[in-house]
């Protein structure tokens, strides 16, 4: 079985995303949803159709959660609270991809020599992070899972011709046969998550066995991935008409 593969692949994007996030300051949905929203009940009804798209989670909001969000959304948080509590958000995220997870049931014997019926993951599941943003969520989930295999998968839009191009992938042996967690924290329009998925799916990955695990999504952008990919399930803990594009860039000190 492939461990690994480096390649140089060109996929056309109408929209680029590259780096730690994509950039998208106008909502533009397109069919089967509402296009072109020009007031606020149209905009509102496209929300909604696209909140309600069978294969998107949206972790249920508290206000530990929200505190969080807008932390990391505020211009004057510093880079080290920024890390601290990006950290506490990915290792929610994570925690909600892993219930995506298969598993089975297991017994094991207690210190007091009682039998207690539980659950146990799967050895075959692997984590692939898009980088280099997504490798800002591979410690919560070594936090959560030491052992699982994460691959990589390095993605970047020509700024002359906006396609986005593979310029590096490595994934785990076997990963046809995996579940995979796909990291990505921020998804705006969605080309650089589309192009991962279609390198995933070339080295024999169902779509199905694809969990794409997500900090900040756009309603553009996740109507574009989930319509495109209807058998992928995605998990974010926020869908709003703009994200925080900055997130990589402050996390890595690169802003």
Known sequence: PRSSVVLVVEMSSESGESGSSD??????????????PNDFEELEVFHKNVLSLSNLRVTKSNYQIEELQTILRDKET???DF???????IRIVVEEGLNCMPSYTTTVTTPTGQTYEGI?????????SIVRS????????RDCCRSIRIGKILIKRDSETKETRVYYAKFPPSIEQRKILLLYPVLETGATVQTAIKVLKEHGVKE???VFVNLFSSYKGAQNLLTKFPNLTMLTSEVHEFCPSHFGLKYFGSD
């Not at 950039?23 to 072109?36: D, Q």
């Not at 890390?83 to 958000?89: E, G, N, W």
């Not at 997504?134 to 989930?141: I, Q, S, T, V």
């Open 23 to 36: 950039h998208s300051p106008t909502l533009s949905p397109k069919s089967p949803l509402k296009s072109s």
């Open 134 to 141: 997504g490798e800002a969520m591979e410690k919560g989930l």
């Open 83 to 89: 890390i601290f509590y990006a950290d506490r958000l």
């Open 78 to 80: 510093s880079r080290s």
């Open 208 to 210: 199905s066995n694809i």
């Open 120 to 128: 146990k993951f799967q050895k075959m599941n692997c984590a692939v």
